[in-house]
């Protein structure tokens, strides 16, 4: 039976447009006004234009400036259709990630400036290395489904395209700082010189941001810088950036056992630390840090050929800390304390799991376009990189005499992957209606990393994969308004380090495919723009996690051969007159797994029991998905002297937006005791702009988040088992009972209540 908050999400949809008015959140339209573009310094062979066939949408730099305070990317990209955010603290800082139609941040491909930002290994994006990058972006391109070829990891939910490339002409220099609830605070300055001799331009930016976090202790201190520099000449161009972030987060991976979620006192309550005897570990942390050297050079070779070639350097080196009670000597290669006759296996002490790692390479492209043409374009791409990662773990306290040397390594382990590929795009127009294009792209991997021997000793082992990508699209303009589009596409992504690492040669899960259909029209009019998305993914041999132990006793992923994600993706934006606009999104999506086998673990018997499903819904996607975002210009005031006429001198604009997120099961049973309710959370902001302060340029961001204080949580966990002899629901509050003798341990995020923030910024 549908919910009754789904036919909210349609209502919010439908209706809200007719009695609110947003601002427009296709920033694609957004026209910047402090900010005169260059000739393209980087080209940004992963992105696409407004004509493509691929589902995309743009958020440019003067909508960041709107929306943009110590929040991280995910909740920037909050508007973006089919995208659901999630904070581990709860507010948005530290540690935060996203999915999109369903897909988790492992299968969302990211690059800044066409290079790779997905970890190597793990294949995920760990935003809170790169504090406050959103600061820094010209724009933010999301597309939807496969996209078009990039570089990195495969695309399977979307591909998100960070472009920090652009030079402004005119010089300027900026100061924010953030004050906000939970004892948040935020400092950052930028400036950029403008073009100098009208060829040279730098810029700079520092950022602090400072929160306690709504789940307790949940602290975040981190800090980034941005440096580049730019050369522009009449045949060439170069440009130089380097990234730096740092991040000291208190732990809150572990999610607020079940049994508190419904206690006002209780459901912040964080786990990380408690083993620690009296009190907390002070230093339960994740501490790392990060930076990237971008180097960037173009040429035109011809008037109709240009090169482009890129060069990347990143550096991470970081840990996490914990205090670990009651831990086996032997656990740690060290055999037990002995006194006497008196034998104490176990101890408490102090651990720190590192990775530290290089991760380089280059990518380049070569463009074909003739100027007297504009029917045709020809791009040749590709990239090249290697990863070298070493990761250890290291004692630095024990209660008892660990029999170790100091610095102490209980265990190490280093991996090596080679990541190339090469692509080929070709546009052609063939009419002033129809447009299509190709797309194909040759990926190989080679990854080495110590696992387990088929006889499960540990080796040193090598995996070689090989992908072929071809992906084809066409659009027809109707009229200037209206245009159709279709497009298919195949990707492939190989298992990431534990699915590899925790298994051996002949349990090792295969590679997933995934073939992507998008149809669609779009409408674009002088004030209102809509469309509408069809997408069909079908996979092969998708990932999922089943309960299944397998030869070397790790739970694992393991491939189901038919799975897929079907849906509607609806889009509009109007604007009515000078003073009211509105836009909105509606997504409505199936999301199955044809035939599932969840494995549970029988604590009475210590065997697993197998339970088969078929047509199941697959974990955090939900089926409905709705925001809009409605705001109305309440003051503006314009100069007194003719020439100051048409320059406002302040406004204020007022914003208030909705988003309702359906039902999510955390795993892939459809079991409604293991699920995330739905939800629907509204925010407020006001903008304040355009004020003169001594000559310089004053703006306010005012936001009341979750003004309805809506009790919801975005992300959890489950895991379930059997067991008869034992009920550990007095012992363990992760631990619920389903029924008869099952269990399940889940853990679930909750997210802040109603809470505030406000930024000022000078502009000079």
């Known amino acids: 039976m549908t919910n009754v908050m789904d036919f909210r999400a349609l209502a919010l949809f439908f209706f809200l447009p007719y009695c609110l008015y947003a601002q427009q959140t296709d920033s694609s339209r957004v026209a910047s006004t402090q900010e005169t573009r260059l000739q393209e310094v980087v080209v940004q062979a992963t992105r696409v234009g407004q004509k493509s066939p691929v589902p995309h949408n743009n958020l440019l730099s003067a909508k960041i400036n709107q929306i943009l305070q110590a929040q991280d990317v995910p909740q920037l990209l909050s508007a973006i259709p089919s995208v659901v955010e999630s904070s581990d603290a709860g507010t948005g800082i530290g540690y935060t990630g996203l999915r999109i139609r369903g897909s988790d941040p492992t299968r969302v491909n990211v690059t800044i400036n066409g290079v790779p930002l997905n970890d190597a290994e793990s294949q995920g994006v760990y935003w809170v290395n790169l504090p406050d990058l959103a600061a820094s972006a010209a724009e933010i391109q999301v597309q939807r489904g496969v996209g078009t070829s990039s570089n990195g990891a495969g695309a399977f939910g979307a591909t998100v395209n960070i472009d920090l490339s652009k030079v402004s002409p005119d010089p300027a220099a900026s100061i924010t700082s953030t004050a906000g609830a939970f004892n948040t605070r ?18 700079g ?9 709504y789940i307790d202790r949940a602290s975040a201190a981190l800090g980034s810088m941005h440096l580049s520099a730019a050369f522009i000449g009449e045949k060439q161009t170069a440009q130089v950036h380097l990234l730096s972030g740092h991040e000291k987060t208190y732990q809150a991976w572990n999610g607020t056992p079940a049994q508190f979620m419904d206690d006002e006192a209780l459901r912040t309550f964080n786990t990380a630390g408690m083993e620690r005897p009296l009190q907390p570990y002070d230093q339960e942390v994740d501490d790392y840090s990060q930076r990237h050297l ?27 800390e914990q205090y670990k009670a009651g831990e086996d000597y032997t656990d740690y290669g060290l055999s037990p304390w002995v006194i006497g006759d008196t034998t104490i296996p176990t101890t408490d002490l102090i651990r720190r799991r590192w990775l530290d790692n290089d991760f380089y390479g280059g990518t380049f492209v070569l463009r074909w376009q003739p100027e007297n043409d504009g029917q045709t374009s020809i791009l040749l791409g590709g990239a090249i990189s290697r990863y070298d990662g070493d990761h250890f773990g290291e004692i630095i306290w024990s209660e008892n005499p660990l029999g170790a040397p100091k610095g102490f390594r209980y265990y190490e382990n280093k991996a090596k992957k080679h990541d190339a590929n090469i692509y080929l795009k070709a546009e052609k127009k063939f009419s002033e209606h129809f447009n299509a294009f190709v797309d194909v792209q040759g990926r190989a991997v080679a990854y080495q990393f110590t696992g387990f021997n088929n006889d499960l000793t540990p080796a040193d082992q090598l995996v070689k994969d090989f992908f072929f990508n071809p992906k084809m699209g066409a659009t027809y303009a109707w009229s200037k308004a209206w245009m159709t589009y279709a497009y298919v596409g195949i990707a492939h992504r190989e298992p990431n380090r534990d699915d590899y690492t925790q298994s051996s040669p002949s349990s090792r899960p295969q590679a997933e495919r995934l073939l992507d259909t998008e149809w669609g029209v779009r409408f674009e009019g002088r004030h209102t723009t809509a469309s509408a998305n069809f997408f069909l993914m079908n996979y092969r041999d998708q990932l999922v996690l089943d309960g299944s132990i397998n030869d070397v006793g790790a739970y694992i992923r393991t491939n189901v051969p038919v799975s897929h994600r079907a849906g509607l993706e609806l889009e509009a934006s109007s604007t009515l007159g000078a003073l009211f606009s509105v836009a909105g999104n509606l997504t409505i999506s199936q999301n199955k797994i044809q035939q599932f086998t969840e494995y549970r673990d029988n604590w009475d018997t210590n065997q697993q029991e197998i339970v088969l499903y078929r047509n199941r819904n697959l974990a955090f996607s939900p089926s409905v998905t709705s925001r809009v975002e409605a705001s109305c210009l309440l003051w503006q005031n314009f100069g007194r002297s003719p020439k100051e006429h048409k320059k406002p001198n302040g406004q204020v604009t007022a914003t208030i937006s909705g988003k309702y997120v359906g039902k999510q099961f955390l795993d892939n049973t459809s079991n409604d005791l293991a699920s995330l309710p739905a939800y629907f959370v509204s925010d407020i902001r006001v903008n304040v702009g355009g004020i003169r302060v001594l000559g310089n340029q004053m703006s306010l961001i005012i936001t009341l988040n979750n003004w309805l204080n809506a009790r919801y949580s975005s992300n959890g966990w489950v895991y379930r088992y059997v067991s008869a002899g034992y009920d550990a629901r007095p012992d363990d509050p992760y631990t619920q009972l389903e029924g008869g003798a099952v269990y399940h341990q889940a853990g679930f995020f909750p997210q802040a209540g109603r809470h505030w923030m406000a930024s000022i910024r000078m502009d000079f």
Do not use: E
């Open 186 to 203: 935020k400092f950052s300055a930028q400036m950029n010189s403008g073009l100098l001799n009208g060829k040279w331009a730098f810029s």
């Open 205 to 213: 930016r520092v950022s602090r941001i400072n929160s306690d976090g």
């Open 294 to 320: 971008l180097l960037h050079y173009k040429r035109m070779l011809t008037p109709y050929v240009m090169l482009q070639l890129n060069g990347h350097y990143t550096r991470g080196a970081g840990y996490y």
